[in-house]
């Protein structure tokens, strides 16, 4: 309505910026000849190699490169802020601002730009599901969960369902991310027992996705009187002192605090809750 052009489709096709060769043999080919007579830059092997790995889901890298060669290129500012978002780091001057309600694939990354944000329109919903479908395998389980998790957040359960929908039938073993959010999505749908079922394993079982499964089951099972065991809280506890000054730890206080009173806890609850 302001006259403002979205990115088109062809310019954040990212699934094309890589071949169907083995990524290692690709990783040559994709950084030669960026500098040619008189170490003057290519622009199109500039072009290449930033987009190459824009793909890889390496954004630092990419921006090393357009510092490094290409600097004032056309899509420069676009290439910048594609790295900032794959790399889960703000971008005060986003090139995808005012874009959310596009109906090409800048929908997408404009959402992922924002925070706690759904978009409005029908439209620009089916932008970003066509946008999230078109991203490689890689970076639909790297980008995804987080998306779809913000969009539940905002209250938009259909559009969050659509995208895990989306990730569920990518091929081979389902990242716990994946898993978490699938949970996250049962309990908002109702489905209680479900969720509890998908990261009760998870919270058992060792890596760094434990934590955060322990916390969503602790939030799913005590409303519902479940009992929480003392090795459960002894877990939150050891979690919760690893965190002290993050930006998750208040999440995992309250977790605690709800997990000492399902246990029987009531005195160790009370104090916590007065902290």
């Not at 990212?14 to 080919?29: F, K, L, S, V």
């Not at 994946?178 to 996250?184: A, G, M, P, R, T």
């Not at 060792?206 to 602790?218: M, S």
């Amino acid at each position: 309505a302001q006259g403002d052009t979205c990115w088109s489709d062809d310019q954040l096709d990212i699934a094309t910026w890589a071949g169907q060769q083995p990524i290692a043999a690709q990783m040559g080919p994709a950084r030669q000849g960026l500098v040619g007579e008189f170490d003057t830059p290519d622009p199109a092997a500039v072009a290449r190699a930033v987009r190459f790995e824009l793909f890889l889901g390496f954004g630092a890298e990419a921006r090393h490169l357009i510092r490094a060669f290409s600097p004032n290129n056309p899509d420069a500012a676009l290439w910048k802020s594609m790295a900032r978002i794959l790399d889960a780091e703000p971008d005060p001057a986003s090139a995808f601002g005012g874009m959310e309600e596009c109906p090409t694939y800048a929908a997408l990354w404009a959402a992922m730009a924002a925070s706690n944000t759904s978009p409005r329109s029908p439209m620009a919903k089916a932008a970003v599901l066509r946008g999230f479908s078109a991203l490689p395998p890689h970076l639909r389980q790297l980008l995804g969960p987080d998306l779809a998790d913000r969009f539940l957040a905002a209250g938009d359960l259909p559009l969050s369902t659509s995208l895990l929908d989306v990730m569920l039938r990518s091929p081979g073993v389902q990242d716990p991310a994946i898993i978490l959010l699938q949970s996250k999505i049962n309990r908002a749908s109702g489905k209680t027992d479900t969720a509890i079922s998908k990261v009760n394993d998870l919270a058992k079982a060792p890596g760094p996705n434990a934590a955060e499964a322990l916390v969503q089951l602790i939030e799913e099972q005590a409303p519902l009187g479940h009992p929480i065991t003392f090795a459960q809280v002894q877990a939150l506890e050891a979690y919760l002192a690893e965190r002290r000054g993050s930006g998750d730890a208040q999440r995992f206080e309250r977790a605690l605090i709800l997990a000492k009173a399902a246990s029987g806890d009531f005195d160790g609850a009370l104090i916590a809750l007065d902290t």
